[in-house]
């Protein structure tokens, strides 16, 4: 158990609508990432939040958004579904916002979301 | 923009033999992280093994051991004795020291013969 908690696991939806995942992080980690995983695309960073705050982004679509809150927790929005979202979503934490000391990540279990 | 590369799609080992997995990355970076990370079918990633770039010496975690050529940037990850358990996706990973993100390659899928 790597102490990063992701809900739900799995997620069934139709085009056009929005659902929300959530993370909850390691207990004293600042930093979340956002990771998605796709047949086509493989693994791909999305965005990082430290301690609230944006601190980088990658190749996250315009619908898709997300935040951290107070309580270190995040929630990745994603909206207008396409069939090509379906991927697994996996949500990573890390003590630091940036690479020092070991740059690891821990990684939760993923939501996999279904579109149809 | 780094990139990681592994070739090899899918590998086969015997139980109790030896495998090695190539990963090379392309960086003007000198300083960064590299990483090998396991995803068996439970989808969960878990870290195997880190290397520090400033570190000469190969990192290694009891059956797992990585051949660092930072010159040449490649970035193998040899798993010996290998078990039933060890069949997985497996993803190479770099991160810089200034950064925040992984960058990973596409992985390779790991067989392991009984």
């Known amino acids: 158990d790597s102490g990063v908690t992701q809900t739900p696991k799995h997620l069934i939806t139709a085009t056009g609508q929005r659902v929300t995942l959530r993370c909850s992080p390691r207990s004293g980690d600042l930093s979340v990432y956002w990771y998605q995983q796709s047949l086509d695309q493989g693994l791909q960073f999305l965005i990082q939040y430290y301690n609230g705050e944006e601190r980088a982004k990658g190749n996250i679509l315009e619908r898709f958004s997300a935040q951290q809150f107070p309580d270190l927790h995040s929630e990745l929005n994603l909206s207008s579904l396409e069939l090509g979202d379906s991927a697994l979503y996996f949500c990573a934490s890390s003590v630091s916002g940036t690479g020092a000391p070991l740059g690891e990540a821990f990684f939760g279990q993923g939501t996999r979301l279904t579109v149809v | 923009a780094q990139t990681v590369t592994q070739s090899q799609p899918e590998m086969s080992v015997q139980e109790a033999e030896t495998v090695t997995l190539s990963c090379t990355y392309d960086?003007?970076?000198?300083?960064?992280?590299l990483f090998w990370y396991k995803q068996p079918p439970s989808r969960q990633m878990i870290l195997v093994i880190r290397q520090e770039a400033y570190k000469q010496q190969n990192a290694t975690e009891n059956r797992f051991s990585v051949n660092f050529q930072k010159a040449a940037k490649s970035f193998s990850l040899k798993i010996s004795d290998s078990q039933l358990g060890d069949a997985a996706m497996y993803f190479c990973a770099y991160r810089s020291v200034y950064g925040n993100k992984l960058v990973f390659g596409a992985g390779t899928i790991l067989r392991v013969k009984s």
């Open positions: 960086t003007s970076e000198s300083d960064y992280y």
